[in-house]
Nanobody, 126 residues
């Protein structure tokens, strides 16, 4: 079992930057690929970014490519999402998720992830 706790959400203006962090505890963090998803009111949860167990592979939704960067520190059991050039449409609850497996093939479907954090709210005003 892996426990995930997100932090770093908050209020921002369009064009600002925020950095989300996710702290993991429990089983060996490096056995898991990690992902970030988000869910806006009235919308389905959507993929944002993913990173392989080693950090060697990353993937991004087209809507955030070039603005967001996912990274991980296996020594500290953390994964981060640096969000630059924020837009109002980035407003959502952001979730950290873990998927067991040491593969460099990244998965974007939320149903494939085994463990989830409680989420952190990001609100971007225009």
């Amino acid at each position: 079992q892996v426990q995930l706790v997100e932090s770093g959400g908050g209020l921002a203006q369009a064009g600002d930057s925020l950095r989300l962090s996710c702290a993991a505890s429990g089983r060996t963090f490096s056995f898991y690929a990690m992902g970030w998803f988000r869910q806006a009111p009235g919308k389905e949860r959507e993929f944002v970014a993913a990173i392989s167990w080693s950090g060697g592979s990353t993937d991004y939704a087209d809507s955030v490519k070039g603005r967001f960067t996912i990274s991980r520190d296996n020594a500290k059991n953390t994964v981060s999402l640096q969000m630059n050039s924020l837009k109002p449409e980035d407003t959502a609850v952001y979730y950290c998720a873990a998927r067991f497996g040491r593969s460099n093939n990244l998965v974007t479907s939320f149903s494939s992830y085994d463990h989830w954090g409680q989420g952190t709210q990001v609100t971007v005003s225009s």
